[in-house]
């Protein structure tokens, strides 16, 4: 079985690569949001673990088409990250059905997604209460008093895990959590979450650029 030398994208510390035992994932890239390539290649220490996760997060482009109602109203165009769980959209699965876009959405203020990105890295307050943090928000601004698609993030050691989605606002008091109780948990290695999601805010500050 031969073996070849490549990087470890996490650590870019040299690796032997087994090319039987890796796999690639796609590319993934959009022209509204340039330089956002995906690429797996785990056979070393700082990654192997993710091997035995449950999940491995990706990120995918998506666009929220505009339209013009003749009834007067509009919807804008909208384009955002997708967050990607073992090939399964959250979008299709969370937000979809509330016309939400993600947090990662290149319209919105790049500050506020900075903000969102530190929530989800845990470096910042939850901003919801019960330490609820937000994955999908209103397509036409963002606020959570139109409704959000919320989550608990927890760190244990060397993972961080995603559980209790569930749907709430800021004038009501409920979680609505059984309409998407089959969706999760998921748990990540924290190093390739890590990484995945400040290449999110790299693509993002690029593209307001």
Request: charged share 25%; glycine share 6%.
């Amino acid at each position: 079985m031969s073996l070849e030398w490549s990087q470890c994208l996490i650590c870019r510390i040299p690796v032997h690569l087994n090319r039987q035992l890796s796999r690639r994932i796609p590319l993934v890239r959009d022209p509204r949001l340039p330089g956002l390539s995906v690429v797996r290649l785990i056979l070393h220490k700082c990654v192997a673990t993710a091997f035995d996760m449950d999940s491995i997060l990706k990120l995918a482009p998506l666009i929220r088409e505009g339209a013009q109602h003749a009834n007067g109203t509009s919807k804008s165009e909208r384009h955002f990250l997708d967050f990607v769980v073992e090939g399964k959209s959250l979008w299709e699965a969370l937000g979809e059905r509330h016309d939400m876009v993600s947090i990662l959405c290149s319209e919105y203020s790049l500050d506020e997604t900075a903000k969102a990105v530190g929530r989800l890295l845990l470096n910042g307050k939850a901003d919801l209460p019960n330490d609820r943090r937000s994955f999908f928000v209103c397509s036409e601004c963002g606020d959570l008093g139109c409704g959000a698609i919320t989550a608990v993030v927890e760190r244990q050691g060397e993972t961080i895990t995603w559980k209790a989605f569930g749907y709430e606002n800021t004038y009501e008091d409920k979680i609505f959590l059984d309409a998407y109780s089959t969706v999760g948990p998921f748990t990540f290695d924290a190093t390739a979450y890590e990484h995945t999601l400040a290449q999110a805010l790299d693509v993002l500050r690029r593209a307001k650029s």
